[in-house]
């Protein structure tokens, strides 16, 4: 069985980094979406990104965006993976691809079999599904968890991850149920909106690596 991809999204400070590197992320995720407490400027972004070693990728996350800034903040931060977290048309996402190397994944709200069903409208043009729950104040972030069942049997048209209302307690059972790929945590690692807790980011990833090994 592949190792679990672990991404802990939302790091705004060097520190936090460097914890989630040294706890054994595969990815780091940098949120440019204004509206969220996680918000990075391009500038920040990019001085956090060389920060990150090659054999962790970067993650750049965004929501919406116009394909002039999102062009420029891909050439201002040099992400390994766009995470397009909006309501981003598939012949939007197909421009992209064909104009760079970047692995994108499209992040898709679950609320029910149907809406699971219809993300399957991202095959051609992204790389990977990005499941997340549906609702909440934000398109994303919001510490809810999708109905895991939903998950189970499901016949994935792409590789794909699980994001949504994931921590340290409910990692091992996530996995388990849905044999998750990749797991994606933000505000399941904080002490509050936006303030990473490095204890929590340990905690998640141990408990996310030890659901693995014994799934193998
Ligand atoms: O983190 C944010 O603020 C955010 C804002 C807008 C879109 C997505 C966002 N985060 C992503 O949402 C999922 C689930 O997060 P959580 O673990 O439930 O807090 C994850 O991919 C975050 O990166």
């Known amino acids: 069985m592949a190792d ?35 918000h990075v400027s391009i500038d920040d972004a990019a001085k956090l990104r060389v920060r990150v070693p090659k054999s962790v990728k ?8 116009e394909p002039k800034p999102t062009a420029e903040a891909l050439q201002e931060i040099q992400p390994d993976v766009l995470q397009l977290h909006g309501k981003e048309k598939p ?6 691809r064909q104009n760079s190397d970047l692995e994108i994944w499209k992040a898709v709200a679950v609320k029910d079999r149907a809406s699971l069903e219809r993300a399957a409208i991202y095959k051609d043009c992204a790389h990977r599904l990005l499941y997340d729950a549906a609702g909440g ?36 059972d996530a ?10 945590a933000s505000s399941g690692v904080e002490s509050e909106p936006g303030v990473k ?19 193998a």
């Not at 012949?91 to 992209?96: F, M, P, T, V």
């Not at 972030?141 to 499901?154: A, V």
């Not at 996995?175 to 994606?184: H, N, Q």
């Open 58 to 65: 970067v993650v750049l996350l965004t929501v919406d965006m």
């Open 175 to 184: 996995v388990r149920y849905t044999g998750a790929p990749l797991v994606d």
């Open 91 to 96: 012949e939007w996402i197909s421009l992209i």
């Open 137 to 172: 104040a934000l398109p994303g972030g919001n510490g809810l968890t999708l109905d895991w069942r939903l998950l189970m049997n499901h016949r994935h048209v792409l590789p794909w991850g699980l994001a949504g209302g994931l921590n340290a307690q409910n990692v091992a």
């Open 197 to 215: 807790d490095i204890a929590k980011i340990k905690a998640f990833c141990e408990a996310a690596k030890a659901a693995r090994a014994q799934a």
């Open 4 to 38: 679990l991809l672990i991404k802990i999204c939302g790091l705004s400070t060097e520190e936090s980094i460097d914890a989630a590197i040294e706890a054994g992320v595969t990815h780091v995720g940098l949120v440019h979406f204004p509206k969220s407490p996680r």
